[in-house]
């Protein structure tokens, strides 16, 4: 309705001091990888939101938990939200590998409801819709007011984070939210909205002085958008005109498979891509994907049963693989759009739009050793940060601020 509270829990992932009590340290503490207390994650299996088996997994992390921050410079603050169904450490591949490059990291656990039939999914997918901008906005606004707080509970991580330098990065639904809170408003006309009260969505609607004043602020804080399979362009779901798709600014990169089909990569993310007009943007494409492509393997847990592994896995990608280049693609542009390290640029301009037209020669016999291309010498025209000949399977296309098409 609207009218409840809701709690929000979030996991947080942080560049932190080493010391002896959290073990951070293994090699200058003389400690065995054995004794290190690292993070334990778990969630239900997610064919346990239909059955109700209440069936588990966990895996263990890199990070320390309640490890001290480094509170000696502040680090731009990257929020992650998860897709339908999803739970806060759905994408510990990346939000880990973020936090220890440098990135105050924040995802949410929004909790979406369980459900068991068709009315019940039509409820919770109806409730993800409404609060998942929402619950974006609002934990940005808490971080971002961590420092100004009496409270001095948080007062180490408020000391770390930059607050002027944001990103935010959604999967699927996460995505939905994302542009959003990013400055694309809704569409009051669009199929998506019909069955919720015209009232409960008003906030962010396209045109609504409550949207276009609320979050204002905040938004011009976002540097950077990544967009992971976002869910809501395709038709006839589209949540967005195109004049309100302009209204981002940041840069942003979409990943998406070529054959997704939830989100319709022809007729929704390539809509995305080319109305988002006033950004500049990035558009890497796993060919023969479909819309897993943004959280983490699959527990041996999922193993034994195909649906419980298909929420995970692709049919055609080894995760592990995809994983790294995601990791790959989404630090270069969040080093060059929040920290402004240039020479990052390179690895998102690829030399080729397919990778496997990219060139470095390689000689019959010739050992290929397990350098990575560079932008200067005979691996100059492929794909940076690549191994010779691993470079297959993706696009990588682009488009300036201003470009309709390319």
């Keep these: 309705s609207g009218k409840s509270d809701r709690a929000i829990k979030v996991e947080v992932w942080y560049p932190a001091v080493a010391t002896a009590r959290d073990g951070a340290s293994s090699s200058t503490l003389g400690q065995s990888a054995s004794t290190i207390a690292r993070a334990q994650y778990g969630a239900a299996l997610p064919r346990a939101k239909q059955t109700g088996d209440k069936a588990e997994f966990f895996h263990t992390g890199i990070a320390i938990r309640d490890a001290l921050p480094v509170a000696t410079q502040r680090f731009p603050l990257v929020l992650v939200s998860h897709g339908f169904g999803g739970w806060g450490t759905f994408m510990t591949y990346l939000t880990e590998n973020l936090a220890s490059k440098g990135y105050m990291v924040i995802a949410i656990d929004h909790q979406d409801a369980a459900f068991t039939d068709g009315a019940s999914f039509a409820l919770s997918f109806g409730s993800t819709i409404v609060h998942r901008a929402r619950d974006q906005q609002f934990v940005l606004d808490i971080f971002a007011n961590l420092g100004k707080n009496k409270d001095t509970a948080f007062a180490d991580l408020a000391a770390a984070i930059d607050v002027n330098s944001i990103a935010v990065i959604g999967y699927s639904m996460g995505g939905f939210g994302a542009l959003a809170t990013a400055g694309a408003g809704y569409d009051a006309k669009s199929p998506t909205f019909k069955d919720i009260p015209a009232a409960i969505m008003a906030p962010q609607m396209a045109g609504n002085r409550l949207y276009d004043e609320a979050f204002a602020a905040r938004r011009a804080n976002i540097k950077a958008l990544v967009l992971m399979a976002p869910w809501g362009a395709q038709l006839p779901n589209r949540?967005?005109?195109?004049?309100?798709?302009?209204?981002?600014?940041?840069?942003?990169?979409?990943i998406s498979g070529d054959e997704d089909d939830i989100v319709n990569y022809k007729g929704g993310i390539q809509h995305l891509f080319q109305a988002m007009t006033s950004s500049a943007r990035h558009l890497l494409v796993f060919q023969q994907a479909r819309h897993n492509v943004g959280?983490?393997?699959?527990?041996?847990?999922?193993?034994?049963?195909?649906?419980?592994?298909?929420?995970?896995?692709?049919?055609?990608?080894?995760?592990?693989r995809l994983n790294a280049i995601n990791q790959h693609f989404v630090t270069a542009f969040l080093d060059l759009h929040l920290k402004g390290m240039v020479t990052r640029a390179a690895y998102l301009d690829t030399p080729t739009v397919k990778a496997s037209e990219a060139k470095w020669p390689v000689a019959f016999g010739q050992n290929t050793s397990s350098a990575t291309a560079t932008a200067e010498g005979e691996s100059a025209q492929y794909w940076q940060g690549f191994h010779r000949r691993w470079a297959l399977g993706l696009e990588m296309h682009r488009l300036r601020a201003g470009d309709v098409s390319k």
Aim: hydrophobic content about 40%.
């Design 239 to 254: 949540a967005w005109t195109s004049s309100a798709l302009q209204n981002i600014k940041a840069p942003t990169l979409i």
């Design 295 to 320: 959280g983490n393997p699959a527990p041996v847990e999922a193993l034994a049963d195909f649906s419980t592994r298909e929420y995970f896995d692709e049919p055609v990608w080894r995760k592990d």
